[in-house]
């Protein structure tokens, strides 16, 4: 795998352990320096960047797709919901450092982001974090679908085509081995769940209109103590992921935000259970391109999500631990009720459960 080799190459180069450092105790010029390799990797292909800086060079799409790997395996989410959560988000954080020191070994180590400063303010939304030296808004324009208008990543796209170069996958709905993950509905490289049409980055703190408040609404540091006082790995990691009032899944959902569907129901449209579906072939992502968000509807495959009832079903389960079922080749197949419309909508990209490392955020948030 990838990643391995990348762990392989990081830890011979390195010389000496790193010291990774909060991002506001990084001399600006370093901050600046970190961000200008992030834009080498999201500009140079693999072929100059390896060419230039060495088999440790990613480009920034090969870190989103192999996240999307992770998301969309026919068996079950491989990087969430589970106890790997920690080791497999630790080892992509770790091949984007390897990259980003490949492309600059003079910043040292990726910076990371630690939001409990942020959750001891009064006011953790005017932190300066949402500044233009930090990472832009926390919000984005309302009047030009929440799309962010400051900060180092203001002008940071997300990818398009109509494949995405990765490795082998089993694809459920076509009952083979391909290469590739596909975008969204719109051609983007986001989420199959995500039809957000905009062609940069997006962020925003609602839910169907419903305004999201920031932490200390749902997370707070008492929370992050409890998380610490478990007496188990598994009682950690489980208090830790545990719904929209864990303290991971909070920032991704305060941040993204979600929109346009018709029956309201955004948040369940974007969890996992709508990704299973769609993996199953129960739904189907249509080409919605030049289409109004609203106007954007997935197709139901009734004879797909039949298959999804039969036992010994080819589809996504619970990976298991913690609260979860515990996964099963017989178990269940992950479903979603609340999908029947076909009406998705979009998820501001930090919410986006396959590719929220869309937004670089993603990057120092678990360093």
Same mark, same amino acid.
């Given at each position: 795998?990838?990643?391995?080799?990348?762990?392989?190459?990081?830890?011979?180069?390195?010389?000496?352990?790193?010291?990774?450092?909060?991002?506001?105790?990084?001399?600006?010029?370093?901050?600046?320096?970190?961000?200008?390799?992030?834009?080498?990797?999201?500009?140079?292909?693999?072929?100059?960047?390896?060419?230039?800086? =060495?088999?440790?060079?990613?480009?920034?799409?090969?870190?989103?797709?192999?996240?999307?790997?992770?998301?969309?395996?026919?068996?079950?989410?491989?990087?969430?919901?589970?106890?790997?959560?920690?080791?497999?988000?630790?080892?992509?954080?770790?091949?984007?450092?390897?990259?980003?020191?490949?492309?600059?070994?003079?910043?040292?180590?990726?910076?990371?982001?630690?939001?409990?400063?942020?959750? !001891?303010?009064?006011?953790?939304?005017?932190?300066?974090?949402?500044?233009?030296?930090?990472?832009?808004?926390?919000?984005?324009?309302?009047? %030009?679908?929440?799309?962010?208008?400051?900060?180092?990543?203001?002008?940071?796209?997300?990818?398009?085509?109509?494949?995405?170069?990765?490795?082998?996958?089993?694809?459920?709905?076509?009952?083979?081995?391909?290469?590739?993950?596909?975008?969204?509905?719109?051609?983007?490289?986001?989420?199959?769940?995500?039809?957000?049409?905009?062609?940069?980055?997006?962020?925003?703190?609602?839910?169907?209109?419903?305004?999201?408040?920031?932490?200390?609404?749902?997370?707070?540091?008492?929370?992050?103590?409890?998380?610490?006082?478990?007496?188990?790995?598994?009682?950690?990691?489980?208090?830790?992921?545990?719904?929209?009032? =864990?303290?991971?899944?909070?920032?991704?959902?305060?941040?993204?935000?979600?929109?346009?569907?018709?029956?309201?129901?955004?948040?369940?449209?974007?969890? %996992?259970?709508?990704?299973?579906?769609?993996?199953?072939?129960?739904?189907?992502?249509?080409?919605?391109?030049?289409?109004?968000?609203?106007?954007?509807?997935?197709?139901?495959?009734?004879?797909?999500?039949?298959?999804?009832?039969?036992?010994?079903?080819?589809?996504?389960?619970?990976?298991?631990?913690?609260?979860?079922?515990?996964?099963?080749?017989?178990? !269940?197949?992950?479903?979603?009720?609340?999908?029947?419309?076909?009406?998705?909508?979009?998820?501001?990209?930090?919410?986006?459960?396959?590719?929220?490392?869309?937004?670089?955020?993603?990057?120092?948030?678990?360093?």
């Amino acid at each position: 795998m990838r990643v391995g080799r990348v762990l392989l190459l990081a830890c011979a180069a390195a010389g000496g352990p790193r010291v990774r450092r909060e991002i506001r105790s990084v001399a600006p010029e370093i901050r600046d320096r970190v961000f200008a390799a992030f834009e080498v990797m999201r500009n140079t292909s693999r072929a100059d960047g390896e060419a230039r800086y =060495g088999r440790a060079f990613r480009t920034y799409q090969s870190i989103t797709v192999q996240h999307t790997y992770a998301a969309i395996d026919a068996r079950c989410d491989q990087g969430h919901l589970s106890a790997g959560f920690f080791p497999y988000h630790r080892a992509l954080v770790l091949a984007v450092e390897a990259s980003v020191l490949a492309v600059d070994p003079g910043v040292e180590a990726l910076p990371y982001w630690d939001y409990n400063v942020d959750l !001891a303010l009064p006011d953790p939304a005017a932190s300066e974090i949402w500044s233009d030296a930090f990472f832009g808004e926390a919000a984005g324009d309302p009047d %030009d679908a929440y799309m962010i208008r400051t900060g180092p990543w203001r002008d940071w796209t997300v990818d398009r085509g109509d494949l995405f170069a990765g490795p082998p996958r089993y694809d459920v709905a076509e009952k083979r081995w391909v290469n590739g993950a596909r975008g969204n509905a719109y051609g983007y490289l986001r989420g199959l769940t995500n039809q957000n049409p905009a062609p940069r980055l997006t962020r925003r703190h609602a839910i169907c209109g419903a305004a999201l408040p920031w932490f200390g609404g749902g997370v707070n540091v008492s929370t992050w103590d409890a998380c610490v006082a478990k007496p188990t790995f598994l009682e950690f990691w489980d208090c830790f992921d545990a719904g929209v009032d =864990g303290p991971h899944p909070f920032g991704h959902i305060w941040l993204g935000g979600a929109w346009g569907a018709k029956d309201g129901n955004c948040a369940a449209k974007q969890l %996992d259970t709508a990704t299973a579906e769609i993996v199953a072939g129960c739904l189907v992502v249509p080409n919605c391109t030049g289409k109004a968000l609203e106007d954007c509807v997935l197709v139901r495959d009734a004879a797909a999500c039949a298959r999804m009832l039969e036992p010994n079903a080819t589809c996504q389960r619970y990976g298991g631990g913690g609260s979860r079922p515990a996964y099963a080749p017989d178990a !269940a197949c992950k479903a979603c009720p609340e999908c029947a419309d076909g009406q998705f909508g979009a998820a501001g990209d930090f919410w986006d459960g396959s590719t929220s490392t869309n937004d670089p955020i993603f990057s120092v948030r678990f360093g």
